[in-house]
């Protein structure tokens, strides 16, 4: 049974950073496509940053590049994105997600399977 346990959100001022981490099992990193996906508020789910199965392909949203970077721990089976410089348009749920065809896409549709989210809230 595959499952993803994101954890590491939380509040912080604008400008501050902060960690989100997520943890799978029943799957590995080394054979699907992983991603970080937000949704505020009565506002579709948005993509925010993918890495490939192979770790070579890394692509974020406009919105957070330069700023959000995503990484992964095989070893440890954990996915990470680092969020440096936080807005307060980055409050959401951040949900981590796999994609084990590797579509490369930036639609939720893509991806199968999906962790419960975690909530960033980042005050002005």
């Known amino acids: 049974q595959v499952q993803l346990v994101e954890s590491g959100g939380g509040l912080v001022q604008a400008g501050g950073p902060l960690r989100l981490s997520c943890k799978l099992s029943g799957r590995t990193f080394r054979t699907d496509t992983m991603g970080w996906f937000r949704q505020a508020p009565g506002k579709e789910r948005e993509f925010v940053a993918l890495?490939?199965?192979?770790?070579?392909?890394?692509r974020s949203a406009d919105s957070v590049k330069g700023r959000f970077t995503i990484s992964r721990d095989i070893a440890k089976n954990t996915l990470y994105l680092q969020m440096n410089r936080l807005k307060p348009e980055d409050t959401g749920v951040y949900f981590c997600a796999g994609d084990p065809r590797n579509s490369g896409g930036y639609s939720p549709i893509l991806y199968d399977y999906w962790g419960q989210g975690t909530q960033v809230t980042v005050s002005s």
């Open positions: 890495i490939s199965a192979s770790g070579s392909i890394i």
